[in-house]
Structures are given as C-alpha cells and as structure tokens.
Nanobody
Framework: VQLQASGGGLVQTGDTLGLSCAFSGRTFSNYAMGWFRQAPGKEREIVAAIGWGGANTYNADSVKGRFAISRDNAKNTMYLRMNNLRPEDTGVYYC?????????????????WGQGTQVTVSS
C-alpha cells in the first residue's frame, strides 16, 4: 500500500484548507482510513477517521464542527476539509490506512502511513 498526502500549506486563522490522500497498491474499499497530525515536540494524534464504507466516521474533540473527513472509493482517495483553522491546528498531517472495517483512533492501529503534509496556521 502506498499513501500520498497533499494539500497542506500556510494559511491564516479562520481560513479553510483541504487535504487529500491518494491510495494505491490494494483495494481501497477494504481499508479504514485516518488522518493524524503531529506538532513539534508533541506526539502524533488522531484528527479524524473513516470506515471503509464511509458511513462511520470519528472526529477528535478538538476538530468537531470544523473538520470533515470523507472518502471516494471510486477515486481511491480520502479527504479532510478543514474549516475555521486555528494556530493550534499547525502540524504535519499524515494519512494512514488499516485493513479493517471499523474506524481506528490509535496510531498503532494503522498498518500504512503516508509521508505527511505540513499545515501551518498563522495568528
């Protein structure tokens, strides 16, 4: 499995940004997916996750009401739409895949990781 995250950048507080994660190498619809982020000096943390059918999703408390995760199984791609961005959302955002139906919220629950894309939110 190969994962390629894209869409990061430098934005201002309150802006909107969209991330994409392109999946290849296996059947995308057999994998639950997740977005994680890691700020400097901090551990990697879950942002949002989605089951392989797309109906089941999870959002961390810190992003509820602002971020939305989705997937398009026909395009082998997962998305993260980030609204009303805050400086504390700054970090490297990673997409991850796990060979399972249900969403996963722990780093060690995922089998494959993308290279990460930097999101920086200025105040």
């Amino acid at each position: 499995v190969q994962l390629q995250a894209s869409g990061g950048g430098l934005v201002q507080t309150g802006d909107t940004l969209g991330l994409s994660c392109a999946f290849s190498g296996r059947t995308f619809s057999n994998y639950a997916m997740g977005w994680f982020r890691q700020a400097p000096g901090k551990e990697r943390e879950i942002v949002a996750a989605i089951g392989w059918g797309g109906a089941n999703t999870y959002n961390a408390d810190s992003v509820k009401g602002r971020f939305a995760i989705s997937r398009d199984n026909a395009k082998n791609t997962m998305y993260l739409r980030m609204n009303n961005l805050r400086p504390e959302d700054t970090g490297v955002y990673y997409c991850a895949a796990r060979r399972a139906y249900s969403v996963g919220v722990y780093v060690n629950g995922y089998d494959y990781w993308g290279q990460g894309t930097q999101v920086t939110v200025s105040s």
